[in-house]
């Protein structure tokens, strides 16, 4: 008797049906909060909307930094919150404790965008790919394993989730970076150096898109070997 192979597709359908429905549901909240509250940073406040913050700039990259101003570095010596006079930022930014950011309120409509896209923009690739992989399975359920148009769809499924991990993730890091830099009140150095040691490499994304690449043609070669089985035989 053949084995019944639609039960495990089956519940793996729907439990990949589940996943997508609740990180939709979970995305759609997040943009709402941060369209009526600012999102992660603003602690529930209808107050500030505007609210932007970005990973802080080290002081050595920063003119002017306490190290190469001498009346700053007394004012660090001499000051209980020592990091507020590392370097000069600009009128309305702050620095965040305990994780070392600089934040800013009453920002442009420009930068609170750029703000929250830089925040989605990973999320929603992977919104994306939970969309692509729901795609692949209900064909593999209606074609069958071995279909080229399921093939294709693995491979498709793999390259997306490497190209549009790595592009959100490089793109949240120019993003932070530029808003960072912003709300320093002076020249800072190395800017590309600085955004590429803030890159958060999705190397996780990388491998599991990697693995579906190779995953498409180790599936495309057990397709080939059917066609000719069915010819032979």
């Given amino acids: 008797m ?4 639609s039960t495990p597709l089956r519940w793996t359908a729907v439990t ?9 549901a979970v995305m759609i909240y997040e943009v709402g909060r941060a369209a ?5 940073n603003a602690y529930g406040s209808l107050g500030t909307q505007s609210l932007v913050c970005a990973p802080s700039p080290s002081f050595g990259d920063v003119k002017n930094n306490f190290i190469e101003n001498p009346p ?6 001499a000051s209980s919150a020592a990091d507020d ?8 930014a702050e620095f965040l404790h305990p994780m070392p950011q600089l934040c800013k309120d009453d920002s442009s409509l420009g930068a609170q965008l750029l703000y929250q896209s830089s925040r989605f923009a990973t999320p929603l690739v992977l919104l994306a790919a939970l969309f692509l992989l729901d795609r692949l399975i209900r064909g593999a359920r209606r074609e069958g394993g071995f279909d080229e148009v399921v093939v294709h769809r693995l491979w498709f499924l793999g390259v997306f989730l490497v190209a549009g991990t790595l592009a959100s993730s490089l793109f949240t890091a120019i993003v932070e970076t530029g808003l960072a830099v912003s709300m320093v009140a002076g020249p800072v150095r190395d800017v590309w150096e600085m ?3 803030g890159w958060a490499f999705p190397w996780a994304f990388l491998i599991a898109g990697l693995g579906l ?11 080939h070997m059917r066609e000719e089985l069915a010819g032979t035989v």
């Fill in 2 to 5: 053949p084995l019944d192979r």
């Fill in 16 to 24: 990949v049906r589940v996943l997508l429905v609740l990180f939709a």
């Fill in 36 to 40: 009526l509250t600012g999102g992660e």
């Fill in 72 to 77: 700053r570095r007394k004012a660090v010596e």
């Fill in 85 to 92: 006079a590392l370097y000069p930022v600009k009128e309305g």
């Fill in 195 to 197: 955004a590429l040691s």
């Fill in 213 to 223: 690449v190779v995953m498409s043609k180790v599936v495309r070669v057990g397709a």
